[in-house]
Structures are given as structure tokens and as C-alpha cells.
């Protein structure tokens, strides 16, 4: 009786947790995480591959306030999975966690998912991992002053507008050299003069 009692109740919030109205919405994830953490974190997780993009977003904003512990199960389901919807959704899901708890450093195989986008041929996929790479300060930083000599213009691109964000001596350096880089596509360097010059 208490098990058909308790799965009224998780169906009656998780309702309320697809609720567009916020309060009702935010009261609903808060009891669901406290009472049903690891059916609704599994719930949550199987909706990153849901057409819905309102289901979508909704379940990647509450996964990101599960913090640390939900990043090995978005690991794990980002290099299990062919489907882009899930990959950028899995990508999302990291972003929020490390602006939630403020993160500086990820462990290495959450490193090798955010490798893995940025060489993926998909827009979506390299601007996802360069945004990463952005909210992770300076252990991001190096990995982009890498990227924006990248021949794939958009990887590039992507990479020095991050680095426009968090500019430092070693940036400004890097700056300087691509400037004087005969090989730097010429975009590259109007991105970096524009900036100069405002």
C-alpha cells in the first residue's frame, strides 16, 4: 500500500516539477531531490533525450543542483550515446553544475567529455565544450589558447572569444603572436583587433 501511496506522491510533484510556473516548479524539484533523489535523478536523466525541449531544459537545470555527484552518470551517458540532443544535453548538464557550485577543476574523464565536444565536427558540440572550458577559468584557459590556432574556423573562433572574457598577460601575449601569425585566418585577427581597439 505505502509503495502505491509513495508513487502517487512522485507522480503528483513530478507534475508539479514540469509546472511552468516557477514557484510551483522549484517547491516540486527541491521535495522530489529530498524524497525520491535517485529515482528522480534517474528520471531526470533519461529526459536529456527527450524531443520536448521544455522537459529538456527543465530536467538539466535540476540535475545541475545535484552538483558533483551526478557528473560520473552524465559521463557515462554522454560517451554511451550516438544521439547529439543527449551529448549537447549531457554538456549543458556540466556547465550548470560547475556555475551551481562554483567548480574550478573536473576530474579527468569529465576533462576527456569536454575534449571529445571540442573536436566534434557538430557547432552545437564545439560551442557547448568551448563554453566549458570558459566557465572553468584559468584550468579552461590553456586548453583554449590552444584551440584558437585550430584550423576549424568556428573551434577558433569560439576559443578566442572566450579568451577575450578571461584576458590576462599570458592571453595578451598569445594575442600578440597571432597577430604577427601569417597562418591565423584573417577573422581570427579582426576579433582580436576589434577588441583592441574598443
Known amino acids: 500500500m505505502s509503495d502505491s501511496l509513495d ?3 512522485y507522480i503528483e510533484l513530478y507534475q508539479d516539477f514540469l509546472h511552468p510556473n516557477p514557484n510551483i ?3 516540486a524539484t527541491l521535495l522530489l ?3 525520491f533523489r535517485i529515482k528522480f ?5 533519461s529526459n536529456l533525450k527527450e524531443e520536448d525541449l521544455f522537459i529538456r531544459r ?3 537545470l535540476a540535475l545541475g543542483e545535484y552538483g558533483e555527484e551526478i557528473l560520473n552518470s552524465i559521463v557515462h551517458l554522454y560517451f554511451n550515446s550516438e544521439n547529439k540532443i543527449v551529448k549537447v544535453s549531457c554538456l549543458k548538464t556540466i556547465i550548470k553544475v560547475i556555475v551551481n557550485f562554483n567548480l574550478k577543476q573536473l576530474n579527468e574523464e569529465v576533462m576527456m567529455v569536454i575534449y571529445s565536444a571540442i573536436k566534434d565536427s557538430s ?3 564545439i560551442l557547448s565544450g568551448v563554453s566549458l572550458l570558459r566557465q572553468l577559468g584559468l584550468n579552461g584557459r590553456d586548453v583554449l589558447m590552444r584551440t584558437c590556432r585550430d584550423k576549424d574556423l568556428l573551434r ?3 576559443s578566442v572569444t572566450a579568451l577575450l572574457e578571461m584576458k590576462d598577460q599570458d592571453v595578451n601575449q ?15 585577427k579582426e576579433d582580436i583587433l576589434r577588441d583592441k581597439i574598443i
Open 58 to 60: 527543465k530536467s538539466i
Open 7 to 9: 508513487l502517487n506522491k
Open 25 to 27: 516548479n522549484s517547491q
Open 41 to 45: 535523478k534517474n528520471n531526470l536523466l
Open 156 to 158: 577558433a573562433k569560439a
Open 123 to 125: 557547432p552545437e558540440m
Open 33 to 35: 531531490r529530498k524524497e
Open 174 to 188: 598569445l594575442f600578440d603572436e597571432l597577430l604577427n601569425d601569417k597562418s591565423i585566418d584573417p577573422m581570427i
